[in-house]
């Protein structure tokens, strides 16, 4: 589904997420899009209470805070890492794994080869 029909059928934004927030975090979050992007299609798909991350299925999840996100990576192993604050294990062969972003500069050569993987999954 393509951003315009996502946003005919669904009463959230991606800017709603972003009201009431520091410009800080709509930086992190674009690092965050733009960086997927390199990888192929990329679909922002805002929930109530979260945006996905979408190529063929959901890859990642951004939830936005005053001055900071919470990024959801889908993974087919746990990471074992500091910058995971956060693990669920949701099926033999899928984990779910946060981690907080406070600036743009996080979004770094590490972060972007989970999401890669991630991507991978959702092809």
């Known amino acids: 589904m393509t951003d315009a029909v996502l946003a005919a059928t669904n009463p959230f934004s991606v800017q709603q997420h972003f009201e009431r927030r520091l410009p800080v975090v709509r930086e992190i979050y674009d690092a965050v899009v733009s960086a997927s992007r390199t990888f192929g299609a990329v679909?922002?798909?805002?929930?109530?209470?979260?945006?996905?991350?979408?190529?063929?299925?959901a890859f990642a999840g951004v939830a936005t805070r005053r001055d900071f996100l919470i990024l959801t990576i889908k993974s087919k192993h746990d990471i074992k890492n500091q910058r995971v604050f956060k693990r669920e294990q949701v099926s033999a062969n899928r984990w779910h794994l946060e981690t907080k972003l406070s600036q743009p500069e996080e979004v770094d050569s590490e972060l972007i080869s989970w999401l890669r993987e991630a991507y991978d999954l959702s092809i």
């Open 43 to 57: 679909t922002e798909d805002p929930k109530k209470t979260s945006i996905h991350l979408n190529n063929r299925t």
